[in-house]
């Protein structure tokens, strides 16, 4: 969007003022950067955490250099080369890391132009792609719920929970995103 606006933009500012879009595209575009976030942390954070040897004496994390050599060098963007770990983990496949540049791209688009998605009726926010969003950290949270925190609690507790067993587990982020598209987004689409 230049500087000098043109008419296209001058009759979408005009339905702008007697509609509700830019309220609907705002709530909208907030709601896919949450669930971007969410996303992003259930690929990232986790990883990362699991590489942690310890806290220094400012409480700061301590973390093993094999994080460097294991994950960071899959690529140069930490959100990929943490999904490239969970591929070579069996966690995710390698549709999923297409799902998921698609939902960046997506992400960046929002970040960077959302001026123009806000006031131009032909662009608009993705909503199909929070349900993917979902559909991806339930399946990242599963298999780290199942891979890696099963099999800790059973070494450090006499309450043992069946390792072989299927388990349905909702994670927190599972369930915002659950109220996310149940609640939410019904809600402004419909």
């Not at 929070?130 to 599963?142: E, G, M, N, T």
């Given at each position: 969007m230049g500087r000098i606006i043109d008419l296209n933009l001058r009759r979408n500012l005009v339905d702008i003022q007697k509609s509700e879009i830019v309220n609907r595209k705002m709530l909208l575009a907030s709601l896919?950067?949450?669930?971007?976030?969410?996303?992003?942390?259930?690929?990232?954070?986790?990883?990362?955490?699991s590489y942690q040897i310890g806290m220094d004496e400012?409480?700061?994390?301590?973390?093993?250099?094999k994080y460097e050599t294991e994950v960071l060098s899959l690529d140069k963007c930490?959100?990929?080369?943490?999904?490239?770990?969970?591929i070579?983990?069996?966690?995710?496949?390698?549709?999923d890391l297409k799902k998921i540049r698609q939902i960046r791209e997506h992400r960046n688009e929002i970040a960077h132009e959302l001026q123009d998605i806000v006031f131009y009726?032909?662009?608009?926010?993705?909503?199909?792609?929070?349900?993917?969003?979902?559909?991806?950290?339930?399946?990242?949270?599963?298999?780290?719920?199942?891979?890696?925190?099963?099999p800790i609690h059973n070494q450090v507790s006499s309450n043992q929970i069946p390792e072989n067993e299927e388990i349905i587990a909702l994670s927190g982020p599972v369930?915002?995103?659950?109220i996310i598209i149940e609640n939410v987004i019904k809600g402004i689409v419909n």
């Open positions: 896919y950067l949450t669930a971007y976030e969410i996303l992003k942390s259930s690929i990232v954070d986790q990883i990362y955490c400012n409480h700061n994390k301590i973390i093993d250099p930490k959100l990929i080369a943490s999904t490239k770990w969970l070579k983990s069996d966690a995710l496949t390698e549709n009726h032909d662009r608009d926010i993705k909503i199909e792609l929070i349900k993917p969003i979902r559909d991806l950290v339930f399946k990242i949270d599963s298999w780290w719920i199942k891979n890696v925190e099963i369930i915002i995103l659950d």
